[in-house]
Structure formats: C-alpha cells, structure tokens
C-alpha cells in the first residue's frame, strides 16, 4: 500500500501547492518490479494512476506552464524509472490501450509492451469522471484510495452527473456531459449511457434524445472536490 500512499501523498501536496519533488523522485526510484507487484488489483491500479494523473496535470500546467496538446502526449512523468505520458496514463493503463480518438471502441494494437503489463484487466467507465484536465467542464479531483474505491467512484459519478444532467420533458430531450460522446464504447453505446441515467440519476430514457452538451475549456486549475470526498 506504500505505493499507493506515494500518489495520495503526491496529490495532497499539490492542493496545498507544497513542493513536490520528494514524491517525485520516490516515484522516479521504485523499482518497476515492486510497483507491479504492489498494483496487483484494479483497484490499486485505478487509485494509483488516477491520483497520480490529476497531480501532475496540475504540476505541469500551474508550475511547469506546458500547455495543450504537449502536455498530453509527452512523457514528462517517470516511474519506476520509465517514462509516461498523460495519454500513456488515461488510454494505455486506465483504459487498457484504447485508441483515443476512436470513441472508445478500438483498442491499440500497437501498445508498448510495458503498456500492457501496467494496464487494468477491464475498463472501468466511472474514471471520466475522476480524470481531471483543467477545464471547466473537467470533474472535479479527489482522492482515492483502494479500499475505498467503489464508493468513492460512485459519489464522484453521481455528484457529476447531477451537474451535468438537464431533462427536457417538453422537447423529450436529455442533456448530458460530452464526455459521454467522447467516449461512447467505454459507457457501452447509447444504450449503455441511458442504463447509466437510469440506474444513477432514476431517469426515465425511453422515448428521450440524448443531447451532448458543448464542453467548456476555460481553464480552472485546482479544481478540487468540496463534497468530502477523499481518501
């Protein structure tokens, strides 16, 4: 569980904007044997790399200022002695090698080797709304831990698709988050996002369009989560 608490750690020390390179360079020197034999769950796993994404998007846009599209896809971070990209994070480990721009439904055939290995054994479609990438229209951040992570996903779920979600009877229109658009295959279709609506929110989707709403990009660092959830 140490590792874990390393990404919790590292994560707390940027909502108090404390230095961070301590945890940086404990992450720089784990031996990548102990960080797979310690991530040896999903819930590990997902804890880990989505505390451990939502610090360093923070560092590198508030404190190293790199901006869209680098800071996505080039491999500031290291671990374990190798070199990940926030793309690596999102699309090669937390949704098992999935092309981004594919709706969620194709998976990478050209994944690197290390990739695979670190990647969970099924995607999980509750971590869009963990993720966070300084919009506006982003989740906001929290802290997970493995014990408690289901839980934690789920309140992150509900409390984000309650702000997100507008019925229009009189139009038979629903309004939901683009995030559901942008990744349509890891939700299960259409179909799988009314099952979502349903199950979550209680909404009746029989007869009603699902209408994506514009996503705002205005940049809002530090967005953490006031409804207590943490670790």
Same mark, same amino acid.
């Given at each position: 569980?140490?590792?874990?608490?390393?990404?919790?750690?590292?994560?707390?020390?940027?909502?108090?904007?404390?230095?961070?390179?301590?945890?940086?360079?404990?992450? /720089?020197?784990? #031996?990548?044997? &102990?960080?797979?034999?310690? *991530?040896? &769950?999903?819930?590990?796993?997902?804890?880990? !790399? +989505?505390?451990? =994404?939502?610090?360093? =998007?923070?560092?590198?846009?508030?404190?190293?200022?790199?901006?869209?599209?680098?800071?996505?896809?080039?491999?500031?971070?290291?671990?374990?002695?190798?070199?990940?990209?926030?793309?690596?994070?999102?699309?090669?480990?937390?949704?098992?090698?999935?092309?981004? !721009?594919? *709706?969620? =439904?194709?998976?990478? #055939?050209?994944?690197?080797?290390?990739?695979?290995?670190?990647?969970?054994?099924?995607?999980?479609?509750?971590?869009?709304?963990?993720?966070?990438?300084?919009?506006?229209?982003?989740? #906001?951040?929290?802290? =997970?831990?493995? /014990?408690?992570?289901?839980?934690?996903?789920?309140?992150?779920?509900?409390?984000?698709?309650?702000?997100?979600?507008?019925?229009?009877?009189?139009?038979?229109? +629903?309004?939901?988050?683009? *995030?559901?658009? !942008?990744?349509?295959?890891?939700?299960?279709?259409?179909?799988?996002?009314?099952? +979502?609506?349903? /199950?979550?929110?209680?909404?009746?989707?029989?007869?009603?369009?699902?209408?994506?709403?514009?996503?705002? !990009?205005? /940049?809002?660092?530090?967005?953490? &989560?006031?409804?207590?959830?943490?670790?």
């Amino acid at each position: 569980m140490y590792i874990n608490h390393l990404s919790e750690n590292l994560l707390l020390q940027v909502k108090m904007q404390e230095p961070s390179d301590k945890s940086l360079a404990q992450l /720089e020197a784990l #031996p990548l044997a &102990s960080l797979q034999a310690a *991530l040896d &769950s999903d819930a590990r796993k997902k804890a880990f !790399w +989505i505390n451990t =994404y939502n610090a360093i =998007y923070q560092i590198l846009r508030r404190d190293c200022h790199v901006r869209k599209p680098a800071i996505y896809r080039q491999k500031f971070l290291k671990i374990a002695g190798k070199s990940f990209s926030l793309d690596d994070i999102e699309h090669g480990i937390l949704r098992r090698n999935r092309i981004k !721009w594919s *709706l969620g =439904y194709l998976g990478n #055939p050209f994944a690197p080797g290390l990739l695979k290995k670190l990647a969970v054994s099924q995607v999980d479609w509750r971590i869009h709304f963990a993720l966070n990438c300084g919009a506006k229209s982003c989740p #906001p951040i929290a802290f =997970y831990s493995p /014990e408690k992570l289901d839980r934690q996903l789920d309140m992150a779920v509900l409390s984000f698709l309650e702000s997100e979600t507008e019925v229009f009877p009189e139009k038979k229109e +629903i309004h939901v988050t683009r *995030l559901f658009q !942008w990744f349509m295959g890891d939700f299960g279709g259409r179909g799988g996002i009314q099952r +979502i609506l349903k /199950e979550k929110l209680k909404l009746e989707t029989a007869g009603m369009k699902l209408v994506f709403r514009e996503y705002d !990009w205005e /940049e809002e660092l530090e967005k953490f &989560s006031l409804n207590g959830l943490s670790a």
